[in-house]
């Protein structure tokens, strides 16, 4: 089920109606089944999958807790990974693996092959794998202790808020939630509605609207003009931006009308004045896991400089090949490692601003640089293929030409929709104490702005953009 | 508890009363339009009652000159392609043009797939403002998805994304169009390429049955119906589209044409805007070409001596 469809506008209330009503003590078998029908509405056999990841990063977790014996409890851990990893691996990387490898020896005269698999990539498995996995190796680490109740970790796993595309949670924060008792707070679920009305905002107005022309634009390449290929990318740069910070505003207003906390997953990256800060405003759950379970433990920055830059682009080559089977992702993610490792050797980079302390010239230089290094790296992300990132690169530098517009008035609305995002993020990122439109003393001026959005909602949105970019990783 | 559900309904009451008052403003203007395509396919759908009308999409908008027609028949004549619309949407116009009255020759220009393509879903969107006023076309909307009817309760969705065009044709900006064909003015100079072979594949049942839907209502209602594919410039050894249409035109027994082989245009890319669209030199070539066919068809039918 996708948030942006009529399915889940008639789900979630009836989820949070019967939520309330029920027994507290029935409440997680209600939201664990919530959850499994929400996810089996796109492809039930699938949901097989989450409940082996559940099952046996539960059992694995259980018998490493159980036992002392350090060497056991490494021996439940490596295969809570093995299993965990190799179906990740099968689902999702196979078929890129063995193209790769075989296509590279067929180059070198060594003829030999594999079949590739016509799997369907299950949606969310990135996610809540890398969430299971992460619990399991917090319970090796002492961390936290394993979960006795089957029911509740199932909960924990598939929580349908976070379930296909985040925020990744962690054990320690969610865990503990699902054994309290949720009283219904109105200032919490008001938060809630108000994440999820922006959340929609960002999605179908902002996102959709600029993947129509981003997507006839990258589709054909070879067709486009430096100039539209780079209002392409700077519209793209804002789509998956607005695509997943809009999916995690609704995961989190959600858990919060249900009474959960969720990790704040974005915070204005475009703000940023360095490579790093975007990395601490960008996908923050996945980044912090990628650095409390692969960057620290290979060393992070308490080793040597080379050692630390080695650390950092493995980091960043994982965490591009995570986000898909292309060899776009992994220079996507090589790319942003050597942006950390440069502005690290240059000694560059500057500390973050301080939000809502008026901002310098030096900044805006800082602001505009770092954009500009991430809209390129983006120019891999979203192409077609390496030839098509290649080509868009070319052409950027080399051809000049018009504009190209495509339809008029579709363009004239993401203007709009990109305009008044930037004027929600400046304001939040400058003016955080001042009480505007959303957060306005004034309940008058609070409704008035949420039945703006709401309207420009149903007025610009575009109803058929189908799925969240993210769901795919 | 109770203080979020009053606040929740005073937001909904709020919300509601908004989408009211900015969808009764749209639908003012929208139907107010002077010029553009939405003004078009409203003359279409509640306005024209012309003796010809021809049906599909771009391609038939800008290949069927009125002034062809109009000057050698005498009859009166309208153009309701409109550009990117395909099977579903000119199924609802020519049901929704029967509530109104009986044309007496309709012009199908064929073009699209019959593949599942869920763009030729979201097109539908087109006649979304003509929704609550016209039950017969509320089949084929609702293809879109089975909550078309509760989606359609507010008053802004049906005109969603329509603001800037409704700006346009109000302001008189947008194209007039002459009798609903709009012109292309361009020159392709472009050689001539091969396309590659569409062969056989899976059918999408709902597209295969309006487009049933469509022939059989022309049968049902005496309408003589000519089935036209329009030229184009490039050459292709096969396409499945083309030979599943004619072969249901044969079983139904309705006068199929092929253009896209014609040596005429294959060979002359002056008449081209692009290698899908005739520009106006074009259109006329082609407009004689199909007069000829209609009187030789209309005589067969003795038709002619009848109803023209």
């Known amino acids: 089920m996708l948030f942006n469809s009529f399915e889940f506008l008639l789900f979630f209330p009836l989820v949070c109606i019967v939520y309330y009503i029920i027994p507290i003590k029935l409440r997680w078998a209600f939201l664990l089944l919530s959850s499994y029908y929400f996810y089996m509405n796109w492809q039930p056999i699938y949901a097989v999958l989450i409940f082996t990841s559940t099952l046996v990063t539960y059992l694995c977790a259980l018998k490493i807790d159980a036992t002392q014996i350090k060497r056991r409890k490494k021996t439940y851990l490596t295969l809570s990974l093995f299993i965990n990893l190799s179906i990740l691996f099968l689902f999702k990387y196979y078929n890129f693996f063995n193209s790769s490898i075989f296509g590279l020896l067929n180059d070198l005269g060594i003829r030999m092959s594999l079949p590739n698999f016509d799997l369907l990539l299950p949606v969310g498995i990135s996610f809540y794998t890398f969430q299971a996995v992460g619990y399991t190796i917090d319970v090796y680490r002492g961390d936290i202790k394993s979960e006795k109740h089957f029911g509740i970790y199932a909960l924990f796993v598939s929580f349908f808020p976070q379930l296909v595309a985040g925020p990744i949670e962690r054990a320690v924060n969610l865990l503990p939630q699902f054994k309290e008792t949720k009283i219904f707070n109105y200032e919490q679920a008001s938060d809630g509605i108000r994440l999820m009305i922006w959340g929609f905002f960002m999605k179908i107005v902002v996102a959709d609207r600029l993947a129509i022309y981003v997507n006839s634009v990258y589709g054909v390449p070879e067709y486009h003009s430096s100039i539209t290929l780079l209002i392409g990318t700077v519209f793209f740069a804002f789509q998956i931006y607005c695509d997943f910070a809009g999916y995690s505003n609704i995961a989190i207003g959600c858990a919060k009308i249900l009474g959960f906390d969720l990790m704040t997953n974005f915070k204005r990256p475009y703000f940023a004045q360095s490579c790093a800060e975007f990395w601490s405003r960008w996908h923050i759950s996945l980044s912090t896991w990628f650095k409390d379970y692969l960057y620290i433990p290979l060393g992070g920055n308490r080793v040597g400089a080379v050692k630390n830059y080695r650390n950092l682009l493995i980091t960043f080559l994982v965490s591009g090949l995570w986000h898909g089977a292309n060899w776009t992702y992994v220079i996507w993610g090589g790319l942003n490692g050597f942006y950390q490792i440069i502005f690290k050797i240059l000694d560059v980079s500057p500390k973050s601003r301080k939000i809502g302390v008026p901002f310098k010239f030096n900044y805006l230089v800082n602001l505009t640089i770092t954009f500009v290094l991430i809209c390129f790296s983006w120019i891999f992300f979203r192409a077609n293929s390496l030839y098509d990132a290649i080509t868009i690169i070319e052409r950027i530098i080399t051809v000049s030409g018009s504009l190209f517009i495509g339809d008029k008035s579709s363009f004239a609305y993401s203007i709009f929709a990109i305009s008044l995002l930037l004027i929600k993020d400046a304001v939040d990122e400058f003016y955080p104490d001042k009480k505007m439109f959303f957060t306005s003393e004034y309940r008058s001026v609070r409704y008035l702005s949420y039945t703006f959005i709401i309207s420009t909602i149903l007025l610009l949105g575009v109803f058929d953009g189908g799925q969240f970019i993210y769901f795919q990783f | 508890?109770?203080?979020?559900?009053?606040?929740?309904?005073?937001?909904?009451?709020?919300?509601?009363?908004?989408?009211?008052?900015?969808?009764?403003?749209?639908?003012?203007?929208?139907?107010?339009?002077?010029?553009?395509?939405?003004?078009?396919?409203?003359?279409?759908?509640?306005?024209?009652?012309?003796?010809?009308?021809?049906?599909?999409?771009?391609?038939?908008?800008?290949?069927?000159?009125?002034?062809?027609?109009?000057?050698?028949?005498?009859?009166?004549?309208?153009?309701?392609?409109?550009?990117?619309?395909?099977?579903?949407?000119?199924?609802?116009?020519?049901?929704?043009?029967?509530?109104?009255?009986?044309?007496?020759?309709?012009?199908?220009?064929?073009?699209?797939?019959?593949?599942?393509?869920?763009?030729?879903?979201?097109?539908?969107?087109?006649?979304?403002?003509?929704?609550?006023?016209?039950?017969?076309?509320?089949?084929?909307?609702?293809?879109?998805?089975?909550?078309?009817?509760?989606?359609?309760?507010?008053?802004?969705?049906?005109?969603?994304?329509?603001?800037?065009?409704?700006?346009?044709?109000?302001?008189?900006?947008?194209?007039?169009?002459?009798?609903?064909?709009?012109?292309?003015?361009?020159?392709?100079?472009?050689?001539?390429?091969?396309?590659?072979?569409?062969?056989?594949?899976?059918?999408?049942?709902?597209?295969?049955?309006?487009?049933?839907?469509?022939?059989?209502?022309?049968?049902?209602?005496?309408?003589?119906?000519?089935?036209?594919?329009?030229?184009?410039?490039?050459?292709?050894?096969?396409?499945?589209?083309?030979?599943?249409?004619?072969?249901?035109?044969?079983?139904?027994?309705?006068?199929?044409?092929?253009?896209?082989?014609?040596?005429?245009?294959?060979?002359?890319?002056?008449?081209?805007?692009?290698?899908?669209?005739?520009?106006?030199?074009?259109?006329?070539?082609?407009?004689?070409?199909?007069?000829?066919?209609?009187?030789?068809q209309l005589n067969m039918s003795n038709l002619i001596n009848e109803e023209f």
């Not at chain 2, 700006?167 to 900006?173: D, E, K």
């Not at chain 2, 079983?251 to 060979?267: A, C, G, Q, V, W």
């Not at chain 2, 005739?278 to 070539?285: C, F, I, P």
């Open chain 2, 1 to 296: 508890m109770k203080k979020f559900v009053i606040h929740g309904i005073l937001g909904l009451l709020l919300v509601f009363f908004f989408d009211l008052g900015i969808g009764r403003v749209l639908e003012y203007y929208y139907f107010k339009q002077e010029s553009g395509f939405q003004h078009r396919t409203t003359i279409s759908m509640d306005e024209t009652n012309a003796d010809i009308l021809v049906f599909g999409s771009s391609r038939a908008n800008h290949h069927y000159n009125p002034d062809v027609f109009i000057n050698s028949l005498n009859k009166t004549f309208y153009n309701t392609g409109r550009d990117g619309n395909f099977i579903f949407y000119q199924t609802a116009v020519l049901k929704s043009i029967l509530r109104r009255y009986k044309p007496k020759l309709i012009l199908y220009d064929f073009s699209g797939k019959f593949s599942y393509v869920q763009e030729d879903y979201d097109r539908l969107s087109s006649l979304l403002p003509y929704y609550r006023k016209h039950r017969e076309i509320r089949d084929i909307v609702n293809l879109r998805s089975s909550f078309e009817p509760l989606k359609n309760l507010s008053s802004i969705y049906p005109y969603n994304s329509t603001l800037a065009n409704i700006v346009i044709g109000n302001s008189n900006l947008g194209k007039k169009g002459k009798k609903g064909y709009v012109s292309l003015m361009g020159e392709w100079n472009e050689p001539l390429n091969e396309h590659k072979s569409i062969d056989k594949y899976e059918v999408d049942e709902n597209k295969l049955a309006i487009f049933n839907e469509f022939l059989d209502l022309c049968k049902r209602n005496d309408i003589p119906l000519l089935v036209f594919v329009s030229p184009v410039f490039y050459t292709y050894d096969k396409d499945y589209s083309i030979t599943l249409c004619k072969q249901i035109c044969n079983e139904k027994n309705i006068p199929f044409y092929d253009f896209t082989k014609d040596e005429r245009f294959l060979k002359s890319p002056q008449l081209f805007d692009d290698k899908e669209h005739l520009n106006d030199s074009g259109a006329k070539l082609y407009s004689k070409i199909t007069l000829n066919i209609i009187r030789q």
